[in-house]
C-alpha cells in the first residue's frame, strides 16, 4: 500500500470526491509515493523517450520523378508500423537538410526518396550521422555481369530416371490412413525433376542445381537488407512473441493479381541467391520452380493444372547453410540471421509443359539398360550317386519351362527359349534376365524354384540378381563373359545351384556355401549367341497399374537460359524432416511441400508440423488452409521471395533475392505505400501527490497534418478530479477547441467518469483539433508546452517533469497503448522500472508488457 503524508490523508479522507483545493506542501508526499512504487529514481533522469537529430539528405535514389524525401521510423516495405519523422518536397538531386525526433529504442533512421506515385527507395543511417546519399559504389557495377540467351549455359538435361515423386504425389498414392487427407486430389502423378550435365562456362552444377558465385554483398548492401527485413521479418518481437505477417502478404498485389507468381518478362535469364537461411530447419530444405502460360490453364483451375506440371529444383539449401556456416561459424543447426551472398542459381527454361509427352514408366526409366545381346547361361556339372546310373558332367541351360524342369540340354529348335536378354543397373548393379522366347523376366523370391514371369508386382526385387564372384562381388557387366560367375539372390544371402537327377534337372537355392564340390553346381557361365532368332528389344514398358509414375518426360531441345515473356513462374519449398541422403526416413510430420500458390497448400496445412500454423482456437491469427507459405515483394528495384516452411507465419525461414546479378528477369507490380505521419502520445497523471501511475488520468495524442498544421485529439481520461488542457501554443484552424477545456466535458461526460481506460467499458471516439503552429516547431516542442490544470486540486498544473522528478507526464514515440485503470505502468510495462532507477538502461522498455494490464490505444484498433 502507497504512503502518504498523515495531513494530506486526513484532507483526502475529509473532501472524499477530491474535488475541492488541497492546501499544502507535498514535494516530499510527490516524491516518496513514487518512490513507492518505482524505487529510486535516477537523479539524472530526465524521461527522454526520443533522440533527436538532423539530417542531409540527397535525393538521388534510383528512382524516377522524385517528389519528396522523408525520415521513416523503419522500412515502409511491408510494414503498416513505419512512420514520418520529417519529410520535405524535393526532385531528383536535391539536397534537403531534416531534423527529428526518433524513438529511443531506434539506433537507425530510414531516409526515403518517394515518387509521385507512392514508390518508395530507403537507405537507412545511424543515429549521429549528418548526411545520407542513395548511390551506392556497387550499383553500377552490379549490372554488368548478366546472362543472356543462349550464353554460358553448360550442356544440361533432365532425365526420367532422376526424377521422382513428391511427397504430395506418394501421399496421394499411399493406402496409409495417416495420410488419407491426399486421397483424389490429383497429386497422384506430382513429380520432381534435377538437372544433370558437367560443370563448365564459370556454372557449377551440383546436387542437381546450376549455379555460380555470386556478387558477395557489400557493407551497404547487408545494412539495406537488415534495415528492409528486421521490421517485419524479424522472427521474433521483443516481447518474444513470434511474428505473423500474414495479412500483409495477402493483401499484396502479386498475391491478389497473379497468385504468388512471377512475370517472366522474356529479356533476360532468372537468377536467384539466397541472402539468408535463418531457420534452425532451413537445411532440411531445397526450393523448386515451375512454369507456365495462364492461357493453358484449361477451365480456370490453375491448382490442379499446375499439379500436373513438372517442378525443377532450384536451391539445395543445405549446400547454402553449409556455404554460411563456413563464413559465419554458425552450424546449420542452429539459427543464423547474418545475410549474405554467395551463390547466384539459374532457372533453365525445358519446354512448355506440352512439350513433356505423356511416357508410361520403362526398365530403362528405373535406370536398366541392355547391349541389345542374346546370350546362353550354363552350368556345367553332373551327379555321380545318381539312380540308376551316374549322371556325367555336361553343359545344363537355363531354359524357358516349369519350376522342375528349367535346366535342358544344348538344343537348336525353338532356340529362342534358351536364349537371355540382359538388363544391367549402373545404379546398384542389379541385374533382370529376359527370356526372348517367352517374353518373361526370371523371377526368384529366394524361395526354392525359379519362375519366368511377367512384371506383375510394383516392386522388381523378386526380378532382380547379382552376377558375382565367390565373394559376392558383383562383376563389372563386360566381364561376365570372361570366366564363371556366381548368380546371387536380391536378398545376397543364396547363390542359383543347378540341381541335376535322373527325371529333372532345374535351378534350385544353393546357400552361399562354395566350398569343395558344391563349387561345381554354382558356377555358371554367360555365352554371347550371334545368330539372332529376333528383334532384341530395347526397353520394356510398365503397367500403369503396378508403376502410375511414368507420365511425362522433357522435351528433347537444349534447355535456354531465358523462360520466355508471359510465363508465370511459382515456387515450392521442399522439407525433408531431416532425412538421411538416400534414405526414406526423418521426422514424417516434418516432411511436406509448401508452395507460395496458396491453392496447392490445402493439404500440406492440415498436416503434421505444419498444420499449427493454421487459425485454431489457440491460434487466432494463424493461416487459412489456402494461405500462401511464401511472400513475394518489392524494395529497391529488387524482388524478394521469403518462404515459410513450418509452424509458424513469419515467412522468415528462407529469403531469397532474385536476379542478384543484373536484370531480373520478371516482375511484379509496385505497391503503392501509404506511410503514415509518426504520431506521439502524451500522458499525464493528475493527483502526483498520490498518484497510482497508471498514466492514463489524461491521454492526448498529437500528428503532423501538414508542415505548419498539427492535430491534437483527447483519446482517454481516467481522472477523478475536473480537469483542463492547457499551455496549447497555436491558432486554431479547425475541430473542437481544446485549448483549456475541461476534459469530460469534452467527452461530454459527467466528471470521474472514466473514458477508453477501462476494456469491459464501450470505447468513445477522440475528439480532435487542428492547430496552425510554425513550420519549424516539431510535435515534441509542441507538446512540451501543454500541461494540464487540475480543478480539484486548487487549480494545481502538472506538465512534464524535470530531471530526476517523478514522472507524472510523458511523451511517447508512437500510439501508446498505456495502462489500464489503476494499473501501475510499473505493473503493465515490466521493465520500466529499470529505466527509472538508471536513466541510460531505456532497453527497449516500450516492448515488454503485460497483454491483460495494458489498454490498446484507440488508434491501435
Known amino acids: 500500500m502507497r504512503k502518504i503524508s498523515i495531513y494530506a490523508l486526513l484532507s483526502i479522507l475529509s473532501l472524499g470526491s477530491c474535488t475541492k483545493e488541497f492546501v499544502y506542501n507535498d514535494a516530499n508526499d510527490i516524491k516518496e509515493n513514487a518512490e513507492q512504487i518505482f524505487g529510486l529514481i535516477d537523479p539524472n533522469q530526465d524521461w527522454r523517450t526520443t533522440t533527436s ?15 519528396k524525401v522523408q525520415l521513416l521510423t523503419e522500412s515502409p516495405f511491408f510494414n503498416p508500423d513505419a512512420t514520418i519523422l520529417a519529410e520535405a ?64 549455359l553448360p550442356n544440361i538435361s533432365l532425365k526420367y530416371k532422376e526424377s521422382f515423386l513428391s511427397y504430395n504425389a506418394e501421399r496421394a498414392n499411399s493406402n496409409d490412413s495417416y495420410y488419407s487427407i491426399w486421397k483424389d486430389t490429383n497429386w497422384e502423378n506430382d513429380r520432381l525433376w534435377k538437372l544433370s550435365g558437367e560443370s563448365s562456362n564459370g556454372w ?90 495462364p492461357e ?71 535406370g536398366y539398360t541392355t547391349d541389345g545381346k542374346y546370350y546362353r547361361i550354363y ?26 524342369h528349367n535346366l535342358k540340354d544344348e538344343y537348336t529348335d525353338n532356340i529362342e527359349y534358351q536364349l537371355w536378354q540382359l538388363f544391367t543397373n549402373t545404379n546398384d548393379n542389379t541385374v533382370m534376365l529376359y527370356n526372348v522366347g517367352s517374353q518373361k523376366f526370371f523371377w526368384w523370391n529366394n524361395g526354392d524354384y525359379v519362375k519366368n514371369k511377367d512384371i506383375s508386382e510394383n516392386s522388381f526385387k523378386n526380378y532382380t540378381i547379382y552376377i558375382t564372384d565367390g565373394a559376392k562381388n558383383p562383376y563389372a557387366f563386360d566381364d561376365i563373359t570372361k570366366q564363371k560367375v556366381f548368380i546371387l539372390s536380391s536378398a545376397k544371402n543364396n547363390f542359383i545351384k543347378a540341381r541335376i537327377d535322373t527325371d529333372f534337372t532345374y535351378l534350385n537355392k544353393g546357400g552361399t556355401n562354395i566350398s569343395g564340390d558344391y563349387r561345381t553346381a554354382r558356377e555358371w557361365t554367360f555365352k554371347v549367341y550371334d545368330e539372332h532368332p529376333a528383334n532384341a528389344i530395347n526397353d520394356v514398358e510398365l503397367s500403369l497399374d503396378y508403376f502410375p509414375d511414368g507420365q511425362i518426360a522433357p522435351p528433347s ?37 509448401s508452395y507460395g500458390y496458396g491453392e496447392l497448400n490445402t493439404e500440406i496445412n492440415k498436416y503434421g508440423q505444419f498444420k ?39 515467412y522468415s525461414d528462407v529469403i531469397v533475392e532474385i536476379g542478384s546479378n543484373g536484370e531480373a528477369g520478371v516482375d511484379i507490380p509496385d505497391d503503392p505505400l501509404e506511410v503514415e505521419e509518426q504520431a506521439y502520445t502524451m500522458c499525464f497523471e493528475d493527483r502526483p501527490n498520490v498518484a497510482d501511475y497508471d498514466m492514463n488520468d489524461v491521454v492526448l495524442r498529437c500528428t503532423r497534418v501538414s508542415s505548419t498544421e498539427l492535430e491534437l485529439s483527447l483519446i482517454a481520461t481516467g481522472a477523478n478530479d475536473p480537469v483542463l488542457i492547457s499551455g496549447i501554443v497555436g491558432d486554431y484552424v479547425r475541430g473542437t477547441e481544446l485549448k483549456n477545456k475541461e476534459v469530460h466535458g469534452l467527452f461530454g461526460v459527467e466528471t470521474s467518469t472514466f473514458v477508453n481506460t ?104
Not at 524494395?635 to 516452411?645: D, Q, S, W
Not at 516539431?778 to 522528478?805: D, E, M
Not at 505502468?825 to 527497449?844: E, H, L, M, S
Open 53 to 67: 537529430g538532423t539530417i542531409t539528405v540527397t535525393a538521388d535514389a534510383d528512382l524516377a520523378n522524385i517528389t
Open 89 to 152: 518536397d524535393a526532385t531528383a538531386g536535391q539536397t534537403v537538410t531534416l531534423s527529428y525526433d526518433a524513438p529511443r529504442t531506434n539506433t537507425r533512421v530510414i531516409a526515403a526518396c518517394v515518387d509521385g506515385n507512392g514508390k518508395y527507395y530507403i537507405k537507412g543511417f545511424n543515429i549521429g550521422e549528418k548526411s545520407v546519399s542513395f548511390r551506392s559504389s556497387t550499383a553500377a557495377t552490379r549490372a554488368v555481369a548478366t546472362t543472356r540467351a543462349g550464353e554460358e
Open 204 to 293: 557449377t552444377i551440383s546436387n542437381s542445381t546450376i549455379y555460380r558465385n555470386a556478387t558477395a554483398l557489400s557493407e551497404d548492401e547487408a545494412n539495406e537488407l537488415n534495415d528492409i527485413f528486421v521490421p517485419w521479418l524479424d522472427r521474433y518481437g521483443s516481447n518474444g512473441k513470434a511474428r505473423n505477417n500474414l495479412k500483409l502478404i495477402n493483401e499484396s498485389s502479386v498475391v491478389q493479381l497473379y497468385g504468388n507468381h512471377l512475370e517472366a518478362k522474356g529479356q533476360a535469364p532468372i537468377t536467384i541467391c539466397p541472402v539468408q537461411a535463418a531457420s534452425k530447419e532451413a537445411y532440411w530444405c531445397d526450393i523448386y520452380y515451375y512454369y507456365f502460360k
Open 296 to 366: 493453358d490453364v484449361v477451365g480456370g483451375d490453375t491448382a490442379n493444372y499446375i499439379k500436373s506440371l513438372p517442378k525443377f529444383k532450384a536451391v539445395d539449401v543445405n549446400d547454402e547453410r553449409q556455404a554460411f556456416s563456413a563464413v559465419t561459424g554458425i552450424e546449420v543447426k542452429e539459427k543464423d540471421v547474418n545475410f549474405l551472398r554467395l551463390h547466384e542459381y539459374l532457372l533453365p527454361f525445358y519446354g512448355n509443359a506440352s512439350e513433356f509427352t505423356f511416357k508410361p514408366s520403362t526398365l530403362g526409366s528405373y
Open 379 to 404: 552350368n556345367n556339372s553332373g551327379k555321380s550317386d545318381a539312380k540308376p546310373k551316374p549322371i556325367p558332367a555336361s553343359n545344363h541351360f537355363i531354359t524357358y519351362g516349369d519350376s522342375t
Open 557 to 593: 531441345t537444349k534447355p535456354s537460359t531465358i523462360i520466355p515473356e508471359g510465363y508465370r513462374v511459382g515456387f515450392m519449398i521442399r522439407k525433408d524432416g531431416g532425412a538421411e541422403a538416400n534414405h526414406n526416413n526423418g521426422d514424417r510430420d516434418k516432411k511436406g511441400c
Open 612 to 650: 499449427n500454423a493454421v487459425k485454431s482456437d489457440n491460434n487466432k491469427d494463424g493461416m487459412e488452409l489456402n494461405s500462401p507459405r511464401m511472400a513475394t515483394f518489392k524494395a529497391n528495384n529488387k524482388i524478394y521471395l521469403c518462404f515459410e516452411e513450418g509452424s509458424d507465419a513469419q
Open 758 to 861: 477501462v476494456t469491459s467499458d464501450e470505447v468513445l471516439p477522440s475528439v480532435s483539433c487542428v492547430y496552425r503552429v510554425d513550420a519549424s516547431t516539431s510535435i515534441k516542442q509542441f507538446l512540451s508546452n501543454i500541461y494540464i490544470t487540475n480543478n480539484g486540486q486548487g487549480g494545481r498544473t502538472i506538465g512534464l517533469p524535470a530531471t530526476g522528478g517523478a514522472p507524472f507526464a510523458l511523451i511517447m514515440p508512437g500510439n501508446f497503448n498505456y495502462p489500464q485503470e489503476k494499473i501501475s505502468i510499473a505493473t503493465a510495462y515490466t521493465t520500466f522500472r529499470n529505466w527509472v532507477n538508471n536513466a541510460n538502461n531505456y532497453g527497449n522498455w516500450p516492448e515488454y508488457y503485460d497483454d491483460s494490464k495494458i489498454y490498446i490505444n484507440p488508434y491501435n484498433r
